[in-house]
């Protein structure tokens, strides 16, 4: 019996190598779905998940956001995301793409393969609050050493001297609320590591942390694009710009410290003189 040389077997069209991004918009077209309905459900950029569909890595921010925005796609349109991660994986390296990045834009993650460790994060706010003690102190030393308080010659000593000092502000209390003054990806989730919220904020948008949640945590990758209030009180900056947070805790307690501590930054209150002209 012959058989013809280069014709395809009955099922060989089925076993033949698809890309990840084909694999994914055969699967998302036979669901009926759009790409804008994949945006919506997954919280994805459009144009991003259509740049995975044709396999254009180079218009995506990096291969860990790459993999995170195919597992967030696999999971939409209920595929194995561990195995399209694993195939993408293959696929980066095969196209000289595993590693890549894109320094010159700001992109959010919206499924993050690696955040830092949290023994990290603790590390580095240890150092912070060691610094910034020292300084105080440093500070305190040098006041108490140099200041001053001048006297008039042309009026008698004065009888009392009176420091006008500030009473230390209230503890703040209440709920935390995140708003938005520009796009940014944040994520929210509690000691389980369970989600309380992820979304591309909006100018304007609003989030309020769960009073009840268990040691609420952020990770985004744009800090300073979120104001922060604990009962109405502002809070410094989550972080710097443009720089990726993640574990920082946001609970009442932890904001509520934060915002005593800047206001124990701001500087004393002048010494008044009674009895001088």
């Known amino acids: 019996m012959e058989i013809a040389v280069g014709e395809d077997s009955p099922g060989e069209e089925e076993f033949r190598f698809h890309t990840v991004g084909e694999q994914l918009r055969a699967e998302r077209e036979r669901l009926g779905l759009s790409l804008s309905d994949l945006a919506a459900k997954t919280r994805v950029p459009m144009r991003h ?12 921010p990096g291969s860990t ?3 995170g925005f195919a597992r967030s796609y696999a999971r939409a349109v209920e595929m194995d995301a561990a195995k ?3 195939e993408l994986r293959a696929e980066l390296a095969q196209g000289g793409h595993d590693g890549y990045q ?3 834009q700001n992109y959010e ?3 993050p393969a ?3 460790s949290r023994a990290l994060a603790w590390t580095a706010a240890a150092i912070g609050l060691l610094v910034v003690a020292g300084y105080f102190v440093w500070r305190s030393m040098t006041l108490g050493s140099t200041v001053d308080v001048a006297v008039p010659t042309s009026v008698e000593q004065p009888k009392t001297a009176a420091a006008t000092v500030a009473p230390p502000a209230p503890a703040a209390t209440g709920p935390v609320v995140l708003t938005a003054i520009g796009e940014v990806w944040v994520k929210i989730y509690d000691a389980e590591n369970k989600r ?3 979304n591309e904020m909006k100018a304007g948008d609003s989030f309020t942390v769960p009073t009840d949640a268990n040691k609420p945590m952020i990770v985004t990758g744009r800090p300073q694009m979120l104001n922060v209030t604990v009962g109405g009180q502002a809070v410094p900056p989550l972080g710097a710009a443009d720089q990726t947070i993640a574990d920082v805790e946001i609970s009442a307690a932890a904001m509520a410290a934060r915002a005593s501590a800047a206001g124990a930054a701001s500087p004393p209150a002048k010494t008044q003189v009674d009895g001088a002209s």
């Open 109 to 111: 993650p919206t499924d």
């Open 196 to 198: 309380l919220y992820e």
């Open 65 to 67: 956001y790459t993999l």
């Open 84 to 86: 399209i991660s694993s």
């Open 102 to 104: 894109a320094p010159t």
């Open 114 to 116: 690696r955040v830092p």
């Open 49 to 60: 998940l259509e740049s995975i569909e044709k396999s254009d890595f180079a218009a995506l």
